[in-house]
């Protein structure tokens, strides 16, 4: 599929009886009501100094005058719709990460939409089906843009009150910057063909090591996103509390203890509960040995409530394993940094013998695979390469059935990370037809070959 401008323009048009004068932040159009079945913001994206490294600014770009962004916020079952304006110097646009929705709404530039140029808009609209934590970004030269700080929380809501009354939402990142705050490389080659490029402070809701206030006695809901460009978190807790895993990826599970370290990728979400000390005490959340953040302890009024009753699921539909066809993708390295070309970035991965060109518009012509509308299938993930790779789809959740390497209790996702040499089978119905991206959720991997298009019609 392909767009001219102009199309795109005379789409806007259409719409723009919704616009309203330009914000500095993102916010509801028209306030929120109990009732309400739609949920808009006007979302602009812009450069915005933020000072990460205390004295020093960083030239980030934000969405909605924060980075990491504008925490939106809809009732599962409603529509949200957000009016986008670039004010940044270079196109862009908006990826719902997740969210099962329309093609049109996928943000994947080429495949979805045209970029949204510098000083242009784009309205995004659409229902979300599932509750949980989501996130958005763009998907245009990501490293960079994701980098600079444009990856925002998205939380849906559940469509009935849960057993929740306290909840926190903690986004992780790990900034690419030196001591005096300035950026440093967002990809070096190098890195890309290994683990991919790291950053070097850590942040939580963009604060270095903050300190967060929870309510003494109390169950809080923490809602742990990872929104790098490369970090997996190796996450757990020290110190006083116990802590249940509710939802992993925005889909509830049985809820079981939180155990030792919970292994977040690139794009991963994890919803706890956590059953907060008494005042004065502390937790600290850690990365594996690392402290990225101290929950503390302060004292309130109110019972100490229980744990609550695991999440309604997702209407998310079951695979039919007996019937479903067997696919295999296999996830390679090349390991050669040279570059295709003068500017082109170095092909230092592929899956199925195929690497993305990120530069070339008509990858998405050629899907890997061609999936029938309504059938279950089976993807057999195998890992040929040393390193990770939290393997992400669009449009559809899957559901993690098996893999060689660990014990797996099945759930529903749109990223698994899978580890060294892991093999694992993932299933799903593919139910929404379209183009969709099937990528290492590794920026810079995804950037050096590690992305295919997923076809179904
Ligand atoms: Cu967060 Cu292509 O995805
Ligand atoms: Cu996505
Ligand atoms: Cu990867």
Redesign the pocket.
Known sequence: MSFTRRQILAGLSGLAVLGLGAGGAARYWLGRNEAATTHDYELIAAPLDVELVPGFQTPAWAFGGSAPGQELRVRQGDWLRVRFTNRLPVPTTI?W?GIRLPLEMDG?PYVSQMPVLPGESFIYRFRVPDAGSY?Y?P?VASSEQLGRGLVGPLIIEEREPTGFVHERTLSLKNWHVDEQGAFLPFSIPREAARNGTLGRLSTINGVANPTVELPAGQIVRLRLLNLDNTATYRLNLKGAGEARLYALDGNPIEPRPFGKDYWLGP?MRVCLALRVPAAGEEIALRDGPVRLGTFRAVAVDGQTGDWPAPLPPNPVAEPDLASAEKLNFNFEWVGSTAAAGVDAPPSLWQINGVAWDINDKTCADRPIARLERGKSYIFELKNMTQYQHPV?L?GMSFKVIRSNRRKIIPYFTDTFLLGRNERAQVALVADNPGTW?F?C?VIDHMETGLMAAIQVT
Do not use: A, L, P, T
């Open positions: 990826h990460h994947v996130w970004h998907h794009g992400h669009h991206m990528h959720h």
